[in-house]
């Protein structure tokens, strides 16, 4: 009778036992389960996301890299180039309206090959060529001569600039690339980890989606850069176009043309 009495009296003892362990074990599931996946990242941060990407999405994203780097450089190189060359043109441009013959204008260029220079040279030397005399063929052959000469600094000058455009073209493709085949890899994992839980999927899509986000990164000012340094070339192409005018206004007034024979840097 005592014994039966022990038994019923530790009766719900063990009831409270099963029921506190069953408790203890839901709550630490989860959190052994996450820890004991192995597909879920442990680092988010963008560059987590890179050393977790797809061998494929990884290129991508280092070209786009490579791509940003290289229209900054050129933004960069293009800009001093520019301002250099606009500050010599207006020197220049200075020199020819204050009324200084062609003789003298070749004179003061020396060997400079700066674009006004060269525009300076090149119409000494045709006037050296045809001896002073000052005539419809010979504005004709000057006329050329400059035009000429524009087309190649502008050549020049523009060097470098259609990389940006190509970049400003092809980088959101290329990085939407990186997207897709991410996107492909996560579903494939899905069917292969035969799981849909959104933290196992979520990690891949955000890995996909940083490569696009990167190939608008390259391309937006690529873009930018592009039609800023188009405007300023544009400029440029119009100091040059001042500067053959004044050297025609020169000639046509005939000024120091039939003086001694120019210097040979004048070709």
């Known amino acids: 009778m005592r014994d039966r009495q022990q038994r019923v009296g530790n009766w719900p003892r063990s009831v409270l036992a099963i029921f506190g362990l069953s408790a203890a074990l839901a709550t630490a599931d989860p959190a052994l ?7 879920l990242p442990h680092n988010l941060s963008p560059w987590g996301m890179f050393l977790n990407a797809d061998i494929v999405v990884k290129a991508v994203m280092i070209g786009l890299a490579f791509a940003s780097l290289v229209t900054w450089t050129v933004w960069l190189a293009k800009t001093i180039e520019l301002a250099i060359a606009r500050r010599r043109a207006r020197q220049r441009l200075r020199t020819l309206e204050s009324g200084r013959g062609l003789t003298e204008a070749a004179h003061a260029c020396g060997a400079a090959r700066d674009a006004v220079a060269q525009l300076i040279q090149s119409t000494a030397r045709e006037a050296e060529l045809s001896g002073g005399l000052v005539d419809d063929g010979f504005k004709e052959r000057v006329a050329l001569r400059l035009e000429r000469v524009e087309a190649a600094m502008t050549r020049q000058v523009s060097r470098g600039t259609g990389i940006l455009a190509t970049i400003g073209a092809t980088a959101p493709f290329v990085g939407l690339f990186g997207t897709v085949w991410g996107i492909m890899n996560s579903f494939i994992g899905i069917s292969e980890s035969h799981t849909t839980n959104l933290a196992v999927v979520a ?27 188009a405007r300023v070339i544009s400029g440029y192409r119009v100091l040059l176009g001042d500067a053959s005018a004044q050297l025609l206004l020169i000639i046509s007034r005939g000024h120091g043309l039939r003086a001694a024979a120019l210097p040979r840097a004048a070709e």
């Open 203 to 229: 990690p891949g899509i955000a890995e996909a989606l940083l490569a696009t986000a990167l190939g608008l990164v390259a391309a937006i000012p690529a873009v930018v850069i592009y039609n800023h340094l």
């Open 33 to 39: 389960a996450q820890s004991a996946n192995p597909l």
